[in-house]
């Protein structure tokens, strides 16, 4: 362990680069004000549609993300073989995502095919349709849910 | 450290760590690995209830207060707040890092009590969060804020919420811990008598991951 320390530290009281620190930081600021801003306009315009929205989140999430990873934990400057043995098990987010994803679309489409009671709940309403029809829209399912969906 | 191996090291030809990080960073990753699948877990499950539910409560109707402006309808703005708490205490903790590098003693304390410092700003903020929505009724298990079509939710909204938010928290905690720890070791010259400045880099990936998961959660819960 002690060799392994002096191969890693023996260039180590050579500068630590403090430029693309705040760089970072500026990026992870401008990206979070920007989600701020695009759902303060969505708020009072409705119009970046909620589901084109939700795309421009995820992609902004996963910049932050990339950031935070590749520059405050220093993993882009670590050697391919670090690199490497944590972004492939990561993969798995991939199939992990999909796959529970869409078995909840398709729990929800089964139980408004099949289970009345489900359906009845989704329409009795207790308090006004909110202004943001978007979001339930990206949730709604059959045709069946629809009516008294709009404000 | 990367820029300065010869080109052509055969990495697997042993005696030496194939990938150059001493052990105990490596293990921090793994175990970093293991708790991204953790809350990788939570929240897709959470995104698994959601996609499974009509409808939704309205993340901007239920998270729409900010301390000290009484029923102003600021949505989004308070979370914010928090991240950017975080994102800062993020940058003073690899600011500790580099100062550990140039073996700069007085410098790892001064950005370790600053990391600290937004650690526990961050808590605050959550405590407060909670505090204001259990004051409106919501718990786990209860649930006031109807779905946005106008229908009654079920509880899954809350019992997720405070399940996430706590559990990302409780990270948060122990991350406050392990820098206070930290903190005390350096105070004491630990590191300086070491040489290296190696467990502050630990903390620190452990810092930033409570960071990344949060960035996450914000997404999920008040975004989306």
Redesign the interface.
């Known amino acids: ?1 002690s060799t ?2 002096a ?10 680069d ?1 430029r693309p ?2 760089r ?2 500026w990026i ?2 401008v990206i ?2 920007v ?2 801003a695009l ?2 306009i969505h ?1 009072k315009t409705g119009f970046p549609p909620k589901h084109v929205l ?1 795309g421009v ?2 992609i902004l ?1 996963c910049a ?2 990339f950031y ?2 590749a ?4 993993l882009r ?3 391919k ?2 690199i490497m ?2 972004a492939i ?2 993969c ?2 991939i199939w ?2 999909l796959a ?2 869409l ?3 398709s ?2 489409n089964l ?2 095919r099949y289970d009345p009671y ?1 359906v009845e ?10 202004g ?2 978007a ?2 829209g990206k ?3 059959p045709a069946a ?1 629809k009516p ?2 709009q404000q | ?2 820029q ?2 010869p080109a052509g090291t055969k ?1 697997w030809s042993g005696g ?8 105990g960073k ?1 293990m921090m ?1 793994y175990f970093l ?1 293991s708790d ?2 953790t809350f ?1 877990a939570f929240l ?2 959470y ?10 409560p ?1 993340p ?2 239920a998270f729409r207060a900010f301390p000290g402006m009484g029923e102003m309808h600021l ?3 308070f979370v ?1 707040l928090m ?2 708490i975080l ?2 205490s ?2 003073t ?3 500790a ?2 100062a550990g ?3 700069d003693r007085k410098k790892v304390t001064f950005y370790m009590i600053l990391t600290i410092i937004g650690g526990l700003a961050f808590l605050s903020c959550q405590a407060w969060e909670w505090t204001h929505l259990f004051g409106e009724g919501a718990w786990w298990g209860r649930n006031p804020f ?7 939710a079920s509880t899954n909204f809350t019992n997720f919420f405070f399940t996430i938010t706590g559990f990302h928290g409780f990270h948060v905690f122990s991350g406050v811990v392990v820098n206070c720890i930290m903190l005390i070791k350096n105070l004491r010259g630990d590191f300086e008598r070491k ?2 400045y ?1 467990m502050i880099e630990k903390a ?2 452990y810092w ?2 409570v ?2 998961v949060w ?2 959660v ?2 999920c819960f008040y ?2």
């Open positions: 362990m392994n320390q191969t890693t530290h023996d260039n180590a009281h050579t500068k630590f403090t620190i705040w970072t930081f992870l600021l979070t004000l989600e701020l759902a303060t708020l939700n989140y995820l999430t932050k993300a935070i990873i520059e405050f934990m220093h400057h670590e050697i073989n670090l043995t944590l098990p990561a798995l987010f992990f995502i529970f994803i078995d909840g679309n729990y929800r139980r408004n489900h709940q989704n329409n009795t309403k207790i308090a006004p349709a909110g943001e029809e979001p339930a949730q709604e399912g849910v008294g969906e | 450290m990367a300065a191996i990495w030496k760590s194939p990938f150059n990080v001493e052990y490596l990753w690995m991204a699948f990788g897709i499950s995104g698994t209830i959601r996609m499974s539910s009509n409808s939704w309205d901007n109707e949505p989004l703005v914010s991240t950017f994102i800062m993020s940058v903790m690899v600011l890092v580099a590098h140039s073996g109807p779905n946005v079509n106008g229908s009654k040489g290296h190696l620190g990936l930033h991951f960071d990344l960035v996450f914000f997404t975004l989306l």
